[in-house]
């Protein structure tokens, strides 16, 4: 669906998330992350980041984005590209009809039962767990 992220699709699908009561994470392949305390997040070569207004500090350019959040307590940053972004998605899970928005493509997160009608994606729910860091 997308080939690539860019910085008005991230800045819009941000906005919103966050009118609509949804909590926006970014998974950032491992690759593309330079910090050392931020990469050691990592699970399955991905690092799923908190990027809402009240977590972190963004500055979106048209080359990726400058990262800055807490993680344990310290404020950490890196410039994470827009070609390591592999996908933004709702963390509460309180989306029902909707998309996980990728830079191959788009992942339906209606549930079996829930689909009234098949749709031509592969059907994923992006697993979750407890993050440490943050304000949240």
């Known amino acids: 669906m997308f080939k690539n992220f860019n910085a008005p699709m991230f800045l819009a699908l941000r906005e919103f998330m966050e ?3 949804m909590k926006p994470h970014m998974a950032v392949g491992v690759k593309g992350i330079t910090n050392p305390v931020i990469a050691s997040y990592a699970r399955n070569g991905v690092v799923y980041l908190n990027v809402s ?3 972190a500090k963004l500055h979106v ?3 990726g984005i400058d990262f800055e959040a807490r ?3 310290q404020l950490q940053s890196d410039f ?6 592999q996908y933004v998605v709702d963390a509460n899970g ?3 009809d909707a998309y996980v928005f990728t830079t191959d493509h788009a992942f339906d997160l209606r549930g079996e039962e829930e689909a009234s ?9 992006p697993k979750f767990g ?3 860091g943050g304000k949240e």
């Open 94 to 96: 309180i989306v029902k």
């Open 130 to 132: 407890v993050v440490q």
């Open 61 to 63: 350019s048209d080359n």
């Open 80 to 85: 994470l590209p827009w070609e390591d972004i």
């Open 53 to 55: 207004t009240r977590a």
């Open 117 to 125: 009608t098949p749709v031509a994606v592969p059907v994923a729910r």
């Open 71 to 73: 993680f344990g307590g």
């Open 19 to 21: 009118n609509n009561g």
